[in-house]
C-alpha cells in the first residue's frame, strides 16, 4: 500500500511539473507586443543589433546654432542644433522635421523613427501606433534617408524594411534614454510642437 501511494505521489509530482512548464511556456509566448517585452521574442535586446551603425559621441558637436547643419549622414545621428528641440513625448509628424531641430530631441534621450517612401503604408501605421505609446519617441516622414524605415539615437542608427523586423524593438528598448544619452533628465515636452515655417 505505502508503494502505491509512493508511485502515485512521484506520477503526480510527474505531471504538474510537466503542466507547470507547458503554463511557462505559453505565458512566454503570449508576452507579444505588450510593451513589457518589447518584440515578443524572449529578450527584447538580444544581444548586437545587427547592422547597427555608430557615431563617436564625443565627436558630435553639441552647440547651439541658428541656421541649417550639414551633416554628415540621412538622418542625422547628432551633431550642433537649434536651441529648441521637437516635442518627442510620442509625438507623430506628418512633415517632415528640421534635422537641427529632431537633433536636439535627441540629445534629450529620445529615439526619431523615420520612414520615406518606399515604407508600406501599414509599416507606417505600426509605427506610428508604437511611437504614441512610447515616451522619448518621435516619428516623421524623410525623403532624404535610404532606407525604408530608420531608427536614429544620439550617435546610433539602424535601418529596416519592416515595422515587424525585432531590431525596432532592440533599438527601442537600449536606447529610448539610453546609456548614450549627452542630456539625461532632459525634457521631451515643452519644445516645438508644429513644424517651424
Known amino acids: ?83 529648441s528641440w521637437m516635442n518627442c513625448d510620442g ?25 520615406n517612401g518606399s515604407a508600406a503604408e501599414a509599416d507606417v501605421a505600426a509605427l506610428a501606433e508604437r511611437v504614441e505609446k512610447t515616451p522619448f519617441t518621435l516619428m516623421s516622414p524623410y525623403a532624404g534617408q535610404e532606407g525604408a524605415i530608420t531608427l536614429s539615437a544620439w550617435g546610433k542608427q539602424v535601418t529596416v524594411d519592416s515595422a515587424d523586423d525585432r531590431r525596432v524593438d532592440q533599438f527601442l528598448t537600449e536606447y529610448v534614454q539610453g546609456a548614450q544619452t549627452p542630456e539625461p533628465g532632459a525634457p521631451c515636452t515643452g519644445g516645438l510642437a508644429t513644424v517651424p515655417q
Open 1 to 83: 500500500m505505502l508503494a502505491v501511494v509512493g508511485r502515485r505521489g512521484v506520477v503526480g509530482l510527474l505531471v504538474g511539473r510537466g503542466v507547470v512548464q507547458q503554463h511557462e511556456r505559453a505565458e512566454s509566448d503570449e508576452t507579444g507586443h505588450d510593451g513589457k517585452h518589447p518584440g515578443g521574442h524572449g529578450d527584447a535586446k538580444g544581444g548586437a543589433i545587427e547592422g547597427l551603425k555608430s557615431w563617436d559621441a564625443a565627436k558630435l558637436g553639441r552647440q547651439h546654432v541658428a541656421g541649417t547643419v550639414d551633416y554628415p549622414m540621412n538622418p542625422p545621428v547628432g551633431g550642433d542644433h537649434n536651441a
Open 91 to 115: 509625438d507623430v509628424y506628418e512633415k517632415a522635421l528640421p534635422d537641427v531641430n529632431a537633433v536636439h530631441s535627441l540629445e534629450h534621450g529620445a529615439v526619431w523613427v523615420t520612414y
